[in-house]
């Protein structure tokens, strides 16, 4: 994932401030899923995608 401006011309305190945004929400985003990875049981689920819906769905993968 990438983001970048336009390049349409100069940064602004605006531009500052909605990167700035972006990165606490992202920090954030990123320590919930830490706290949660941590807290998940230490027995690794091997299925993959499509068998966790069907798991989730009750459906055959």
């Keep these: 994932m990438s983001i970048s401006t336009t390049g349409s011309g100069a940064v602004t305190s605006t531009d500052l401030e909605i990167a700035r945004q972006l990165f606490?929400?992202?920090?954030?985003?990123?320590?919930?899923?830490?706290r949660l990875h941590a807290t998940q049981s230490t027995t690794?689920?091997?299925s993959g995608p499509s068998d966790r819906r069907a798991q989730a769905t009750g459906t055959a993968a």
Excluded: G, I, T
């Design 24 to 34: 606490n929400a992202a920090a954030s985003y990123l320590a919930d899923r830490e």
């Design 44 to 46: 690794p689920d091997l």
